[in-house]
């Protein structure tokens, strides 16, 4: 059950958190030390093999791809709406009164998948219950439920809650690279994402 916002609170707007994220995301890459394989404006076709653009973007491969792709309106709506319904959507962001929240949800969430940015926030929710004192611990499952978007409604403390997501963040990039030396080509991009404060 998804709450009914009769408080009538302004909610967070998609159209701001795409914008901001398409700030940090290329056009068409190919790069064969991405493990996200061939890319277009973030979206990796290894992740997304049956997204519609991909037939679009075949189809334009004989012409200087980053120049026709990016003046294609179809192209883009296509973009726009894929990144709405896979990610915005299945963290509920149309239901989150916090713009700066759900941006930071919805841009961990291109970069490293929905589950991983809501077990970010839900590991964020139960670092601030004062041992449990104001809710139970969540189960960082990963999932969006209504209790997960209860609970972050319901927190006075957004600018917390917003850093430790981003110290998770970094933490994963971090290990991430440890673990594989190669990905280190890619700390200066990633590190961009990583916001100490909302007012950034």
Known sequence: MVP???GGNQMAEFNMAFEKTMGHEG??????????GETFMGISRRYNPSWKGWKVIDNMKDRNIN???????????MVRDLYKQMYWDRFMGDFISSQF??????????NMGVSEAVSFLQRGLNCLNRNESLFNDLVEDGKMGPITLSLLESLDEEELLFKIMNVLQG?????YMRKSPLQEKYCRGWFKRVIVSKEK
Do not use: M, Q
């Open 4 to 6: 009914d916002n009769k």
């Open 27 to 36: 056009a068409y890459s190919n790069d064969p030390e991405d493990v996200g």
């Open 67 to 77: 120049i026709s792709l990016k003046s294609s309106p179809t192209l883009l709506l």
């Open 101 to 110: 929240i759900a941006e930071e949800l919805f841009d961990t969430s291109v």
């Open 171 to 175: 933490a994963h990039y971090i290990e």
